[in-house]
């Protein structure tokens, strides 16, 4: 482990201890949240997500940072993009329980997403999972690549971001399709992102945004990976 893994271990450690051993901050963090469920959905994306790519470029370059990585203006896009998340893990959360619930089968199902952790709560979590991540995860899974190599042509700034028009036709048709459906879609969808959504919408609601937005360190372990197949 190098000088700068270390660095970034404590640094990790400090940014969240406080939340475990001082409840001020917790129900601090606690009010915010439930005031402001969105702007605290942009900062978490924001933050850990973003971190998340750090960790990525570093198992990929050796490096945390390069000039045109952009950390900036990918924290804009992870923010803007946990806000969208955010709205559609609620939408998925209330949706599909409420359609189940029709079918004699998972009879009861609304009700027991909203109880203590039952066979039917995780069955429920799996179904509501299943149905975010093959209709949702691909636009979202697609629109990020796109904005990320927005950020890598101009630059990595966010000026260069936000006054260049974003080229989605130049962008989306040069994508690496073959990565992006054989490994992003085909094989982290059905083996990484189900079973950990299906964890997610177990826990309670006030956790599931949190706990999503600390997937987005995954994130970047899987996009560096996505990357070196890109190589």
Same mark, same amino acid.
């Given at each position: %482990? $190098?000088?700068?893994?270390i660095?970034?271990?404590?640094?990790?450690?400090?940014?969240? @201890?406080?939340?475990?051993?001082?409840?001020?901050?917790?129900d601090?963090?606690?009010?915010?949240?439930?005031?402001?469920?969105?702007?605290?959905?942009?900062?978490?994306?924001? @933050?850990?997500?973003? =971190?998340?790519?750090?960790?990525?470029?570093?198992?990929?370059?050796?490096?945390?940072? !390069?000039?045109?990585?952009?950390?900036?203006?990918?924290?804009?896009v992870?923010g803007?993009?946990? !806000?969208?998340?955010? %709205? %559609?893990?609620?939408?998925?959360?209330?949706? @599909?329980p409420?359609?189940? *619930?029709?079918?004699?089968?998972?009879?009861?199902?609304?009700?027991?997403?909203?109880?203590?952790?039952?066979l039917?709560?995780?069955?429920?979590?799996?179904?509501?999972? @299943?149905? !975010?991540?093959?209709?949702?995860?691909?636009?979202?899974?697609?629109?990020?690549?796109?904005? *990320?190599?927005?950020?890598?042509?101009?630059?990595?700034?966010?000026?260069?971001?936000?006054?260049?028009k974003?080229?989605?036709?130049?962008?989306?048709?040069?994508?690496?399709?073959?990565?992006?459906?054989?490994?992003? =879609?085909?094989?982290?969808?059905?083996?990484?992102?189900?079973p950990?959504h299906?964890?997610?919408?177990?826990?309670?609601?006030? =956790?599931?945004?949190?706990?999503?937005?600390?997937?987005?360190?995954?994130?970047?372990?899987?996009?560096?990976?996505?990357? $070196?197949?890109? *190589?």
């Open positions: %482990m $190098r000088k700068q893994d660095i970034v271990l404590i640094c990790s450690i400090l940014f969240f @201890v406080p939340f475990f051993i001082c409840q001020q901050v917790y601090c963090y606690e009010e915010i949240n439930q005031h402001y469920p969105l702007l605290m959905a942009f900062l978490k994306f924001a @933050v850990l997500s973003t =971190f998340g790519e750090v960790l990525g470029l570093r198992i990929r370059t050796g490096k945390y940072y !390069m000039p045109n990585f952009g950390i900036l203006p990918r924290a804009v992870w803007v993009l946990g !806000m969208w998340i955010a %709205m %559609m893990m609620g939408i998925f959360r209330n949706g @599909v409420a359609y189940l *619930d029709k079918f004699q089968l998972f009879s009861g199902i609304n009700a027991a997403m909203i109880g203590n952790f039952s039917l709560k995780l069955c429920g979590a799996f179904c509501i999972s @299943v149905v !975010m991540n093959t209709t949702f995860a691909p636009v979202f899974m697609t629109l990020h690549k796109i904005t *990320d190599t927005h950020i890598m042509q101009t630059g990595g700034t966010l000026k260069g971001f936000f006054t260049k974003i080229s989605f036709t130049q962008i989306i048709t040069s994508l690496n399709w073959k990565v992006q459906w054989k490994f992003v =879609f085909k094989k982290t969808i059905p083996l990484f992102w189900i950990a299906t964890l997610t919408f177990v826990l309670p609601p006030d =956790f599931q945004v949190l706990f999503a937005a600390f997937l987005g360190v995954c994130l970047g372990v899987i996009l560096s990976v996505a990357a $070196r197949k890109n *190589d």
